[in-house]
């Protein structure tokens, strides 16, 4: 199975899954090039093969994402206006790390810190 993103304007409007069949050469073997045809011809519009595992484009494609062609990766929508975007990564980041004392933590905007989730 792979997974496929519809990209409007730069925008992830949908994410589907496509059988092992329609993504395959005839010797069997998967190409992104034949699934997003296949995409294209099922539903329409223009396709991005996106993995589970960030192998391919940085991050899974989610709806709402962007899809930034000069990267060539899926960026989600950043969380608070404080994130800074990893550029090789391509995820946010808080300005301040998260505690990696194993307890739960939200971020507070207003004052730029973590706080103790309970």
């Not at 004392?101 to 973590?114: I, P, S």
């Given at each position: 199975?792979?997974?496929?993103?519809?990209?409007e304007?730069?925008?992830v409007?949908?994410?589907?899954v496509?059988?092992?069949?329609?993504?395959?050469?005839?010797e069997?073997?998967e190409?992104?090039y034949?699934?997003?045809?296949f995409?294209?011809?099922?539903?329409?519009g223009e396709?991005?093969?996106?993995s589970?595992?960030g192998?391919?484009?940085?991050?899974?494609?989610?709806?709402?994402?962007?899809?930034?062609?000069?990267?060539?990766a899926f960026?989600a929508?950043?969380?608070?206006?404080?994130?800074v975007?990893?550029e090789q990564?391509?995820?946010?980041?808080?300005?301040?790390?998260?505690?990696?004392?194993?307890k739960?933590?939200?971020w507070?905007e207003?004052?730029?810190?973590?706080?103790?989730?309970?």
């Amino acid at each position: 199975m792979a997974h496929f993103a519809k990209v409007e304007n730069g925008v992830v409007t949908q994410v589907i899954v496509v059988g092992n069949k329609d993504t395959a050469s005839a010797e069997g073997v998967e190409k992104e090039y034949i699934g997003a045809a296949f995409c294209e011809r099922l539903i329409g519009g223009e396709w991005k093969q996106t993995s589970y595992n960030g192998k391919m484009r940085k991050n899974y494609a989610g709806i709402g994402y962007a899809y930034d062609a000069g990267r060539d990766a899926f960026i989600a929508p950043q969380p608070f206006p404080s994130w800074v975007l990893n550029e090789q990564s391509c995820q946010w980041e808080a300005p301040v790390p998260m505690p990696t004392d194993g307890k739960r933590y939200v971020w507070d905007e207003a004052t730029l810190t973590w706080i103790e989730s309970v």
